[in-house]
């Protein structure tokens, strides 16, 4: 991850740089956490704006070498890792903008929906969704959840049973991005709306964004061990392990 | 009802047949839960098409026959049936789609929000929605959860308070429906959208359908039989029973 | 406050009358409450219409110097009179109607929100809105509620962090109100919109209504001890009522 925090603004700008696709590994979920924690505590920063140092990809979501041929702790501690990612970035009493500038499937768009607002780069070749259903997985509850809380109930039913993935134009069209800009405009757009959320007066803002956003964040503190089991439980069955091992096999 | 179940696509199509307006009799309802879990037994079987032999009515909703001058057994017995037919069409493990190839008021639009995903004749002179309060009586709670998961909270307390229906147009641009075809195509319509959902892995794509509709679904599991009485207690009142009595009359 | 009701339609209009602006003192939300209550249990009142007696502004919202200066009693009095007003109005059995004939921000949205449909003066300059953070304070919880229940999640979420203000035909767009109508209009139209609510069976119509708002009336009930400690703990600290103080200067 790159770090870079503004001290004039108070605005961080994060940039995932995990070279091909940026996938979620268990080590760039682990230095986000940390990154993170360290902006929160850091009282010069007061916004952060989320984006990809690759070009065309924002993230490709989770990484599937840490799902497959590992042991059922490696499998526990990826998956406590995304959690707390999650729970730290859904939760941050900073003001999030993500700058989507490129496709971010899955845990990408995750990523993306638990900012505050998002911005992504018009370019209609870059898609979005949580497509899980179309790899034979499935997406948990507080992925679900999150996408509730940005586009609604049937939009979500609809989007996660098929694993939709829309483009840029489409993303917009039903609230899964804010706004779209042309692509060479995205980190300035992104610095604009953030000084505009900064406006407001931090306390009041982070009460009522924790007032949102807490009973979605205490729904996954209570399940979070069950959750871990579901996953690990999922990702050790031989169908799923062979299924993985085949899809690998065709990235290379 | 006439069940045809095509062996190469896996998708059966079930057509209410019940002349001349299609209600839901007790009859009706009970051949259609059976219908549907022999449907869901069948291995072969993975998608279901859901629309009307009649032509200008997809459902005129309850049979008010069944609510007049009968037993309290027999409205009991009526009200359990209808409820059966709910939860296994909402929560059935098959691809669901309603093809609504007429008018659809009531238990009707109820049929119809249970599926997976709704085709709509674009006939402005066919309607839709539940139209209870119209007619002096209330959907249940499970009739109106069902239409919050689809349209969202404001737009059902306004369509519920007004018993409104909506042209077909108006269906669509609230998302009550998400397609409109020409009548002469809602079903090769139905039939290309379900080979579409079925391109998805069932097993992913079943319990993300579960994950999304449980909550809804346990809901009524929970507080069936006292939705049992309130209906039977509602439908035994002497201004009530006078009521449908007047309107049967005027039907005739 | 001015009432006057129309014993031929049964619609009670109400007008809100506190110069310069409307404002929501104790006293204007004691007489709201205890009007809204006679008119409730006048068997000849079976609507209501809500708008203002001034020019330009339906309510500027909660009267701050009932907020600055004061005991802790007279804060916790103030409040749980905000909180009956709300109860009393979002709980109503009358269909209520909102005539917004001018810009309403925080409290006077609450109170826009509350009716069963809202139309507005489609004057640009009329705003409407929850703008507390923009003041550097919090909506409380029920505020929140009542405008998830009205726009759903996601738009609610970034209003409220925001503060954020809708000029007349962008509350139309998000669906914070249901009309816009010429400003001469705005009486007519409401009247018009009454009697058509009125055709519905009332009983139908409040059961419905009622199973719609019941859970949010509840979670006030539920919470309103600890929400009224909540207010009088903030807005007695120090740093609040200085800001407040400040802002009464200014408005000087």
């Known amino acids: 991850m790159v770090v ?14 995990n070279p091909p696709v940026n996938t979620l590994s268990l080590e760039l979920l682990t ?3 940390i990154s993170l924690e360290k902006l929160e505590n850091d009282r010069g920063c007061r916004g952060l704006i989320l984006t990809s140092a690759a070009t065309k990809i924002f993230s490709a979501g989770l990484d599937i070498n840490e799902m497959c041929g590992k042991s059922m702790e490696h499998y526990a501690e990826f998956w406590r890792a995304l959690q707390e990612m999650w729970l730290k970035l859904y939760n941050s009493s900073m003001v999030t903008i993500a700058a989507i500038n490129g496709t971010s499937p899955a845990g990408g768009c ?3 929906m638990s900012c505050d607002f998002r911005i992504m780069a018009e370019n209609p070749k870059y898609s979005i969704g949580l497509n899980e259903t179309q790899l034979g997985i499935v997406a948990p509850f507080w992925f679900k959840d999150t996408m509730v809380n940005t586009i609604g109930n049937r939009a979500t039913e609809r989007s996660l049973q098929l694993g939709l993935l829309y483009s840029a134009p489409e993303a917009y069209k039903i ?3 804010d706004q779209l800009v042309p692509e060479e405009n995205i980190q300035s757009a992104a610095a604009t ?5 900064l406006t407001i007066p931090d306390h009041a803002r982070q009460i009522t964004k924790s007032m949102m956003r807490k009973p979605t964040v205490d729904r996954l503190l209570t399940h979070r061990e069950s959750d871990i089991q579901n996953f690990v439980s999922f990702i050790t069955k031989d169908s799923i392990q062979k299924s993985l091992r085949m899809y690998i096999e065709m990235l290379k």
Chains 1, 2, 3 share one sequence.
Not at 7 to 15: D, F, M, P, Y
Not at 193 to 197: G, I, P, R
């Open 193 to 197: 709306v953030a000084t505009q959320w």
């Open 31 to 33: 230095e986000f956490s």
């Open 4 to 17: 870079e925090l503004d001290e004039s603004t108070g605005i961080a700008v994060l940039k995932m740089k």
């Open 175 to 177: 609230g899964l991005v």
């Open 110 to 112: 995750l990523m993306a």
